[in-house]
């Protein structure tokens, strides 16, 4: 009878489900986006940023195999764009669709707001506990090929170490959570 229950819920609340998982889509990488761009940044990380996102000339004495994985880099950087622009369109379309209908609407951002937080809390667990293997998991999926193994006195290596993304990775994952909050926060003042 509960199996039956949580079914009928599912099937109710399709649309607010999806919502949130365009939503948690949408806000993490939006909170990449505004991490990169707002990031203190050396000469060599900013010179090496430009090429990947404006295709800009690089002066750095990368190795072919180094830029052969900055190329897949600026691939996924791309596809990123996208991902997050058709996000950002799904969630927009969901919430002009429910805007009339008051209840679906406030679930569909309290979900949302929910589903962002847990899972986002779940990533920086699993990246407290071991960063670097979390780090080696993302790699293994984004880059198969498996080109992104350097030492550790590459340039590449020497420009974006560890350290920085541990740091780009607590900003991200701090606003990702700030964004959840606000729809939580929404779905309230909507409910009142």
């Not at 986006?33 to 090496?48: I, P, R």
């Not at 951002?109 to 920086?124: C, E, K, P, R």
């Not at 960063?131 to 290596?157: D, E, Y």
């Not at 020497?158 to 606000?182: N, P």
Request: hydrophobic share 50%; aromatic share 18%.
């Amino acid at each position: 009878m509960l199996k039956f229950k949580f079914i009928n819920r599912l099937k109710r609340n399709w649309i607010s489900i999806i919502f949130a998982l365009f939503l948690f889509t949408f806000l993490i990488l939006f909170a990449y986006k505004v991490t990169l761009a707002t990031s203190s940044l050396s000469n060599n990380q900013q010179e090496t940023i430009d090429y990947l996102n404006y295709n800009r000339e690089i002066s750095l004495n990368y190795t072919s195999a180094e830029i052969s994985h900055l190329q897949d880099v600026q691939v996924l950087m791309n596809n990123v764009d996208y991902t997050l622009y058709l996000s950002l369109l799904i969630c927009t379309l969901i919430l002009t669709l429910q805007r009339r209908k008051k209840e679906k609407f406030r679930r569909s951002l309290l979900y949302g707001g929910v589903i962002t937080i847990v899972f986002t809390f779940l990533i920086l667990v699993i990246s407290l506990i071991s960063f670097t293997s979390a780090f080696n998991f993302f790699h293994r999926i984004f880059f198969p090929q498996g080109n992104w193994l350097f030492s550790f006195n590459s340039l590449l290596i020497q420009t974006f170490s560890l350290k920085f993304f541990i740091d780009i990775s607590i900003r991200i994952f701090l606003i990702t959570i700030f964004g959840g909050i606000v729809f939580i926060i929404l779905s309230r003042l909507i409910k009142r």
